[in-house]
């Protein structure tokens, strides 16, 4: 293998923006890291070339460990995105400047100058400088000076999006010809997704810091094992069904098992990818020759050269949530891209507005993931609240748990652990525990760094520190539930909740759990007493409420609304005193620029008054 890479990891100011990365690219491999900004990829490029510091794993290259290793002794070539050309120096004079600091004699310079020039199509053009040639040219330039000293490895960071579509079509075609003629172990980092579809022969896709799958592009298009990837590389169709014993049912649409998918349980819930291209239109059921979707109504269409793109709305479907394309909040509907050819569209023209029967020919399932809790317990009658309820909701949403024992002696977590185990039982799609030594902040946060959850379940009175609380929501992505007692599983909850995006996810994630518990829901807004007599004010929070409402009873969960008008900490008090509600939901605050989620307000003051469960969400915007 050209390159391994063992367990990267890569932390600023205690965060990890790499964690845990392991890859083996082979001899001549062309190799993609895909991903959004800000998902590590560029970092892990900068470890493998020696400009950012390792902070664990390790970095080999040809069979030498260079973890430890300087730039210059890692045998390594990168070409930056910003071309980094010395202005001061002629094209020529760019090329040689590494084999010139490496004393390479001049002769040898020229003559490998002279190669480079005429394998990337600038021969002739050594004398002009920088300023004098085109933005393609000079990505051309800082690729042969990165091969100029015969590097090992070729690392490309985002080396063509600078450039227009053109240009970056045509340098796409030279720099893979270029790499296969060299024969060099290339490693390229970008966001574009037909850049990787086109250069890459494995790629990699990234989200916050992990490597979700390794794949041919083909196989990660087509195939896709999560629903992150399934999503993120092109456009995709995702839609929740259940599997059968010979397929996988949509609603009640029967998708019988192919190559595609592997079967499933019957009963499992199921993910079910389709792409635009899988869809089939026609007039009428019966010219469909796959299985039907239904009807639905042209929303969009677009002309994109040699085919049409088409967004469909169907009705809704029982038992049935989209995931993607995402739907508007409150709605009920399906949303379906499509595309065909041209000549398709010649022959059955649709415009918005127009309906059409919807068929699919080919699908692909993946598991559904379910959901995740993280269980905070140190053996104390406090933590036994959070073990109990958590493993109630855990046990009837057929979740994913993780036990996390601290503050005790290993020798009695490990008994405490074994006891809650116990308790749990079944049902659950999965039971692991962890025991730790670290303070209860420092090891939730090192634990949702292994593994992201959904929800971290803790103990909590009334006189821990609000500071406790912030530092767990602080350490990952999840949403929080703290429990003061043991208790059954809710029966009526009380979601609170602000018009805008922020208190959309309240109520989605909300509903997903409450679902799965069989509770009802009654949503919640308070508006200020300056507010009370505003009637749009009023009318913006009962459009929201309305919306909220259909949003959860699309998930199952019978649902109503109120509002109140006054101090929010007051009017939420009183309501759950009157209205019999044994789980609060509050929307956290949103991050400030330090990732500290302050709850030191609203929320505070609501913890030190209510003795019921609260869960608190946070906002994915």
Not at 350 to 374: E, Q, T
């Amino acid at each position: 293998m050209s390159i391994i890479l063992e367990q990267l990891t890569k932390r600023y100011d205690g965060h990890p923006v790499v964690y845990n990365v392991s890859l083996e690219i082979a001899d001549g491999e062309f190799f993609v890291l895909l991903g959004s900004s800000g998902s590590g990829k560029s970092t892990i490029l900068n470890m493998i070339a020696g400009l950012v510091e390792v902070d664990q794993g390790r970095v080999v290259l040809h069979g030498r460990d260079v973890t430890y290793l300087p730039p210059q002794e890692r045998r390594v070539g990168f070409v930056f995105q910003n071309y980094a050309l010395f202005q001061h120096m002629s094209v020529a004079d760019n090329i040689e400047f590494g084999m010139r600091i490496r004393k390479t004699p001049p002769a040898e310079r020229r003559r490998r100058r002279d190669e480079l020039l005429e394998l990337v199509g600038l021969a002739g053009l050594g004398g002009r400088m920088p300023h004098q040639i085109s933005g393609g040219q000079q990505q051309r330039v800082a690729l042969a000076r990165a091969l100029a000293h015969q590097p090992e490895v070729l690392l490309l960071d985002e080396p063509l999006g600078a450039l227009d579509a053109k240009i970056r079509s045509e340098l796409r075609r030279n720099l893979r010809l270029i790499q296969k003629e060299l024969g060099i172990t290339t490693i390229l980092v970008t966001h574009d997704q037909d850049e990787a579809f086109e250069l890459a022969d494995r790629l990699g896709v990234m989200s916050f810091g992990r490597l979700l799958e390794v794949g041919q592009p083909e196989e990660l298009y087509q195939r896709p094992e999560t629903e992150f990837v399934a999503a993120f590389l092109g456009t995709a169709n995702l839609l929740v069904g259940h599997g059968t014993p010979d397929g996988v049912k949509v609603g009640p649409v029967h998708f019988p098992v192919s190559y595609q998918t592997e079967p499933l349980g019957e009963a499992q819930r199921v993910q079910v990818l389709f792409r635009p291209e899988d869809i089939a239109l026609a007039s009428s059921p019966e010219a469909l020759d796959c299985p039907q979707l239904g009807c639905g109504e042209v929303e969009e269409s677009a002309f994109a050269g040699s085919f049409e793109r088409l967004r469909l709305r169907l009705p809704p479907m029982p038992g049935v949530r989209p995931i993607a394309p995402p739907v508007s909040f409150g709605s009920g509907s399906v949303l379906v891209e499509a595309t065909r050819s041209q000549d398709q569209a010649s022959r059955l023209p649709l415009r918005p507005g127009d309906s059409v029967w919807v068929g699919v020919r080919r699908i692909h399932a993946l598991a559904h993931p379910g959901l995740s809790f993280l269980i905070v317990t140190d053996g104390s009658p406090l933590s036994q609240g959070a073990l109990t309820l958590g493993g109630q909701i855990g046990r009837l949403a057929h979740a994913r748990i993780t036990l996390l024992g601290y503050g005790q002696k290993p020798e009695v977590l490990q008994r405490r652990l074994r006891e809650a185990r116990e308790q749990l039982g079944g049902g659950l799609a999965a039971l692991e525990t962890q025991v730790t030594a670290a303070p209860l902040a420092e090891a939730v946060a090192k634990e949702v760094e292994r593994r992201p959850y959904d929800l971290v379940v803790l103990g909590f009175q009334r006189q821990d520190s609000v500071e406790l609380a912030e530092q767990i929501l602080q350490a990952g992505e999840h949403h929080l539930l703290l429990v003061s007692q043991p208790q059954p599983a809710p029966t009526r909850a009380l979601i609170c909740v602000t018009s805008g995006e922020p208190g959309k996810d309240d109520v989605l994630f909300a509903g997903r759990l409450v679902r799965h518990v069989g509770a009802e829901a009654t949503l919640l807004s308070v508006l200020p007493k300056e507010e009370s007599n505003q009637p749009l004010a009023r009318s913006r929070a009962e459009r929201f409420l309305a919306g909220g409402v259909r949003t959860l009873e699309l998930l199952g969960v019978p649902a109503r609304t109120t509002i109140r008008t006054g101090l929010v900490r007051d009017e939420i008090t009183t309501e759950v005193a009157t209205g019999g509600y044994d789980l609060l939901v509050l929307g956290a605050p949103l991050p400030q620029r330090d990732g500290r989620v302050p709850l030191n307000g609203i929320v505070s003051q609501i913890l030190n008054v209510i003795n019921r469960p609260v869960l608190i969400v946070r906002s994915g915007v």
